[in-house]
């Protein structure tokens, strides 16, 4: 059964950069065809995708966010990381790191229980 | 990007009640609809995907229905571990779309 577990900062500084990490196990994310995804959820709020990678190593991220987001991959670590850059007060959330089902119509399968990142000075 | 529209936002019922919540998309998704049950402080959990699936391990007693643009989840009688936020998501384009959540308490 794959798990993930979200690490990183609980604390970053408005204009900084906020950097999380996904460690896998239970499976290489390198193989089979999945998407492996980051979303998160401000408190009390609903659910907000912010994009993806594939094992295929393509990218598809949020239009909202694209700007300053990048979805990267260790494979050698069985990791992937995001990265948000310019942060500020709206970005503060528990942030989660997925994997889809690799069927159609995709779904986020398998969760990690969420990193709360509070963005403040 | 597709908006996605739940009703009600919360609700409240009984054990044993029969509880229907209601998804709606901005545009036709076709069956690109799936559902998450969240209790507080964790995770979100799949409970249905392809609007009528129903995921692994997850009771009969839930059941999804629709295409297109509307879809229901229906829980048939209600128990206390039911207690939770519902989110219906779209995975027919990106960007990936959730609803706000319906948030169900047992009376």
């Known amino acids: 059964q794959v798990q993930l577990q979200e690490s990183g900062p609980g604390l970053v500084k408005p204009s900084q950069t906020l950097s999380l990490t996904c460690t896998v196990s239970g499976g290489s994310i390198s193989s089979g065809s999945y998407y492996w995804s980051w979303i998160r959820q401000p408190a009390g709020k609903g659910l907000e995708w912010i994009g993806r990678?594939?094992?295929?190593?393509?990218?598809n991220y949020n239009p909202s966010l694209k700007s300053r987001v990048t979805i990267s991959v260790d494979t050698s670590k069985n990791q992937f990381s995001l990265m948000l850059n310019s942060v500020t007060a709206a970005d503060t959330a528990v942030y989660f790191c997925?994997?889809?089902?690799?069927?159609?119509?995709?779904?986020?399968?398998?969760w990690g229980q969420g990193t709360l990142v509070t963005v403040s000075s | 990007d597709i908006q996605m529209t739940q009703s009600p936002s919360s609700l409240s019922a009984s054990v044993g009640d029969r509880v229907t919540i209601t998804c709606r998309a901005s545009?036709?998704?076709?069956?690109?609809l799936n559902w998450y049950q969240q209790k507080p402080g964790s995770a979100p959990k799949p409970l249905m995907h392809?609007?009528?699936s129903l995921q692994s391990g997850v009771p009969s007693r839930f059941s999804g229905s629709g295409s297109g643009a509307d879809f229901t989840l229906t829980i048939s009688s209600l128990q206390p571990e039911d207690s939770a936020t519902y989110f219906c998501?779209?995975?027919?384009?990106?960007?990936?779309?959730f609803g706000q959540g319906t948030k169900l308490e047992i009376k």
């Open positions: 545009q036709s998704i076709s069956n690109y």
């Open positions: 997925a994997r889809g089902s690799g069927s159609y119509p995709e779904y986020f399968q398998h």
């Open positions: 392809a609007a009528s």
């Open positions: 990678f594939y094992t295929s190593g393509s990218t």
């Open positions: 998501q779209q995975s027919y384009s990106m960007p990936f779309s």
